[in-house]
């Protein structure tokens, strides 16, 4: 076959889910031997798209062609046979099973016909492993290796069924940096030499930058933009995956730093297994600044803010907030005092998965008396309306306030906790991982609306494992080891690197460490 | 002195242990088809009504057709059909399995309870029962003698064990089951219905625990249908599954410990208070469930 030939044909596919248009009109052809990469942000429909061409779900319109066929049966069976394998984002392996029962399960070699043979599906997965040059331990259980291997265990699989369209469903999610190099070097490997054709779904844009041939944009269901990636550049795939420049400039600041909001002193904390996780640790915070924490995962941060919060036991010392003493005090006790707090797991403390947004939106306001009549009885139109006006006001995007969370994307569902805590328009913030596992569009409007807080004279505690936004928000930055803070500066006056010195405890403030 | 000698020699006799092979058994098919479910990640707690119902139609089967195979034919059918309401309504409509289990249960009291009082006014006994082996030679080899002498579902349910392990483990159906209960989305995307497999394990479930009744009433009992027989048997069947982490082999073993317990209730009524010894089995479930329930407590403080 010779190059640039189609191998996939979308031809005006559409997906309509209750409430959503998911894939609007999309016409698109994948060429043989390239690396297309889908990006969008989420709930732009890439996945959805995806999901048809491994036959996981009918399209409402349109056609799909698989090397020059027409489907006419949506079944994932089919669509393997056609030569499709899908590499999904949540992985698709029997935890329990050996790494070649995985790979060859449905299509296990038999002996006597009805015999599982072991033998010979370790025997093809190592034959599978000469090919491809991809080495895996055939009879360990899944369950003991690791993710950048249960990864290559999800490519053999689909090589082993005859793949030679590989769909890669957001890969470098859960990778470290090395494991996605080495899978970018795999990729490049099967598609120079067994002459693959991959399409890869990611929102990272470096990635797209690295790996890809072509790369098309996908925005609110639609396709609105196929390019060769050579003539692009993240700023403008990020562009086009949000409709609007993403201008990722300095935010606006204004206001100097007013009274002290919030206080902590000597405060100690001990981690769920009793260890000493926060050692006399003292900030203060004030209104109109934000003062970021920068620590490696593990360091005490989360102890810290759920301390603060009163979300868990404190040892000793003393926390304040507006002068007034909240030491092991309630959290409601603490909300009330006038703090309100972004949890850093959405979907375990951030809200509930099975409640509407509405319902979410409306906790911790549920008492008021604007919601209630007489007293007992919800106010369900009062609810409405201002869920409504709330969903408006943060741009959050889904199928309407009464869809339940947990069916919503990852960003929507963080813009509904923002959403929630911003409105109590409380002095005191405390912020933990604002944008993790958020798209670009999403981050950008959460950062905007941060520091729209503090302009307006929150004193926001922000904590995120993203040094980039840590460095982009906060008027001052601690860092945190062992508890402990190391360092503590005013933004601009030091550089990632030197920071991370601080953050690994290789260096203190006031002499080095032993 | 000489009380404590002759507890022990009961306890310990030839009779105890042909008397635990035929109280095993029951609770051991009746294990076997959970197992089957118990892979497919359906928690099936229907087992009791289901053993009940082999119980009552195989005697029912026996009594009409005036033949205990015909009975057998009988508690099969209805145990398939059993299987296939069970999973209409657990896997096709999604139901709540532990509620569907509750009522399969229930209503297998009522509907074998009011049938019995129709079919069988006085009492339902006497109706042909299922051969016995009688294999001369064993009776002549010490220590054999106990496997004389058995209803003949004790031996089928051996070579059930071994077919039911087969299946699950070195089969490739048997892998589809597992999948389909572990990670279902994996098998989909595999290209197989998990939805198929979950059918298939509860048919097999609803058969063996037709099986499971017929010994009782046809085998174990000779031919009689007591209200109520299963006794809790399906219950005591679901421990032994979760005990032997839904391995057939495992689970036949825990059955027979069961087994074992009941008979040395049996044999100890001489001795003890009936309503004492007939705690027994009960006890050995619950110890089972604390052995399971520390089992996992370790595991989880080893991942750790």
């Known amino acids: ?514 | 002195m000489n009380g404590s000698k002759d507890i022990f020699s009961t306890i310990f006799s030839a009779g105890t242990f042909q008397m635990m092979l035929r109280s095993a058994t029951p609770v051991a098919l009746a294990a076997i088809g959970g197992s089957m479910t118990e892979h497919a990640g359906i928690m099936n707690i229907g087992m009791e009504g289901m053993i009940l119902m082999g119980a009552f139609f195989g005697v029912l089967g026996s009594f009409l057709a005036q033949s205990a195979f015909a009975g057998l034919a009988l508690a099969l059918l209805v145990g398939i059909l059993a299987g296939l309401f069970f999973a209409l309504l657990v896997v096709r409509y999604k139901s709540d399995e532990f509620i569907i289990g509750c009522a399969l249960n229930t209503f297998a009291i009522g509907l074998t309870t009011y049938l019995a009082r129709n079919y069988f006014p006085g009492d339902a006994s006497g109706n042909p029962n299922l051969p016995e082996l009688n294999l001369a030679f064993l009776d002549r080899i010490p220590g054999l003698r106990v496997i004389n002498h058995q209803s003949v579902l004790v031996y089928l349910t051996w070579i059930i064990v071994i077919l039911a392990w087969l299946f699950v483990y070195k089969t490739p159906y048997g892998f589809w089951l597992r999948a389909s209960g572990e990670k279902p989305d994996t098998l989909r995307t595999a290209g197989i219905s998990p939805k198929k497999m979950k059918w298939i394990a509860s048919v097999l479930c609803g058969i063996l625990c037709a099986l499971a009744g017929a010994h009782l009433s046809l085998g174990q009992l000779q031919g009689t249908f007591t209200d109520n027989m299963s006794n809790s048997r399906g219950f005591i069947a679901f421990a032994c599954v979760i005990f032997a982490a839904a391995h057939p082999g495992k689970a036949y073993l825990a059955a027979l410990m069961f087994g074992f317990f009941e008979a040395i209730g049996l044999r100890l009524q001489g001795f003890v208070s009936s309503d004492l010894t007939g705690m027994i089995p009960y006890l050995i479930t619950i110890v089972m469930m604390v052995y399971v329930v520390v089992r996992k407590q370790r595991r989880k403080m080893k991942n750790e």
């Open chain 1, 1 to 514: 076959m010779k190059q640039n030939e189609a191998v996939v044909r979308f031809e005006h596919i559409s997906m309509q889910f209750p409430g959503v248009l998911a894939n609007d009109d999309i016409c698109l052809e994948i060429r043989k031997g390239e690396v297309f990469a889908l990006i969008g942000e989420n709930g732009a429909g890439k996945s959805t798209l995806m999901n048809i061409l491994y036959g996981l779900q009918k399209p409402s319109a349109g056609a799909l062609w698989i090397k020059g066929k027409r489907v006419e049966e949506f079944d994932p069976r089919i669509v393997i046979d056609q030569g499709v394998g899908m590499v999904h984002q949540h992985f698709m392996l029997v935890p329990s099973f050996t790494v070649a029962q995985n790979i060859v399960l449905s299509r296990e070699p038999r002996k006597h016909k009805i015999f599982f043979d072991n033998a010979a599906a370790e025997e093809a997965v190592r034959k599978l492993e000469r090919d491809y040059g991809l080495t895996v331990p055939e009879s360990t259980p899944v369950e003991e290796i690791s993710v950048g291997l249960q990864q290559r265990v999800e490519i053999l699989k689909a090589l082993c069924k005859g793949a030679e369209i590989l769909i890669l469903d957001e890969p470098t999610a859960v990778l470290t940096p090395q494991e996605t190099e080495e899978l970018f070097t795999v990729i490049r490997g099967i598609v120079r030499e067994k002459d693959m054709t991959v399409i890869i779904i990611t929102h990272k844009l470096d990635e797209v930058m690295a790996i890809s041939d072509r790369v098309g944009v996908m925005r609110k269901g639609r396709l609105v933009g196929v390019h060769e990636t050579r003539d692009v550049d993240t700023r403008m795939l990020a562009s086009l995956m949000v409709g609007r420049p993403v201008l990722f400039e300095e935010l606006e600041r204004s206001g100097t730093p007013g009274a002290p909001a919030l206080r902590v002193e000597k405060l100690c904390v001990s981690d769920q297994r009793g260890l000493p996780a926060v050692r006399g640790l003292s900030l203060e915070l004030r209104a109109g600044e934000i003062l970021g924490i920068a620590a490696i995962e593990g360091n005490g941060q989360s102890e810290l803010i759920e301390a603060i919060t009163g979300l868990i036991p404190i040892r000793s010392g003393r926390v304040e907030v507006l002068g007034k003493d909240v030491t092991g005090r309630e959290p409601g006790e603490i909300r009330e005092a006038g703090l309100a707090h972004v949890p850093e797991d959405r979907l375990a403390t951030g809200l509930s998965g099975a409640a509407t947004v509405a319902e979410n939106l409306l906790v911790g306001k549920q008492r008021e008396p604007r919601f209630n009549r007489f007293r007992i009885h919800q106010d369900r139109r009062a609810v409405r309306s201002y869920a409504e006006e709330v969903y408006e006001r943060y741009d959050i995007r889904g199928a309407g306030v009464d869809a339940l969370a947990g069916e919503m994307s990852g960003g929507n569902m963080q813009k509904v906790v923002i959403a929630r805590e911003f409105s109590f328009d409380t002095p005191v913030l405390i912020i933990s991982q604002p944008t993790r596992g958020v798209d670009v569009g999403a981050i950008e409007f959460i950062h905007s609306r941060v520091m729209e807080k503090r302009n307006q004279g929150a004193a926001i505690l922000l904590s995120s494992a993203d040094l980039d936004e840590v460095f982009r928000l906060s008027d001052r930055i601690i860092t945190l080891f062992e508890g402990e803070i190391t360092g503590s500066f005013r933004a601009g006056e030091i550089g990632k690197e030197e920071l991370g010195l601080y953050m690994t405890g290789s260096r203190r403030q006031g002499g080095t460490a032993e």
